[in-house]
């Protein structure tokens, strides 16, 4: 069993920045590849980046531009998504979430049905 706590979000303007946290408790930990998405109203999920506690190269979503980046510090166990040059259609509510390694690659890490464990989830409201 994995408990995710997401945070940091808030209102922000158009260009501007946000750093989104996600505290991770559980047993083996290593296990497990870590992911953020979000949802906006009436959108499906959409995938943006998953990292694992194990490897160093992370994947991200081709759509995120490279205005997002995600880190570890394992040993607070906290996932973080720094999120730079926000646009309006950045909108959304941001989880944070985790899944088996079984499904740690390219093709399979952004499909949300690989995670089994969700966080509450997070609202970033960029303003223009």
């Known amino acids: 069993q994995v408990q995710l706590v997401e945070s940091g979000g808030g209102l922000v303007q158009v260009g501007g920045s946000l750093r989104l946290a996600c505290i991770v408790s559980?047993?083996?930990?290593?296990?497990?590849?870590m992911g953020w998405f979000r949802q906006a109203p009436g959108k499906e999920r959409e995938f943006i980046t998953a990292?694992?506690?194990?490897?160093?190269?992370?994947y991200y979503a081709d759509s995120m531009n490279g205005r997002f980046t995600i880190s570890r510090d394992s040993a607070k166990n906290t996932m973080f998504l720094q999120m730079d040059s926000l646009k309006v259609e950045d909108t959304a509510v941001y989880f944070c979430?985790?899944?088996?390694?079984?499904?740690?690659?390219?093709?399979?890490?952004?499909?949300?049905?690989?995670?089994?464990?969700w966080g509450q989830g997070t609202q970033v409201t960029v303003s223009s």
């Open positions: 990292i694992t506690w194990r490897h160093l190269m992370p």
């Open positions: 559980g047993r083996a930990l290593d296990d497990y590849m």
């Open positions: 979430a985790a899944g088996t390694l079984n499904y740690w690659n390219e093709d399979t890490a952004g499909n949300p049905n690989n995670y089994n464990y």
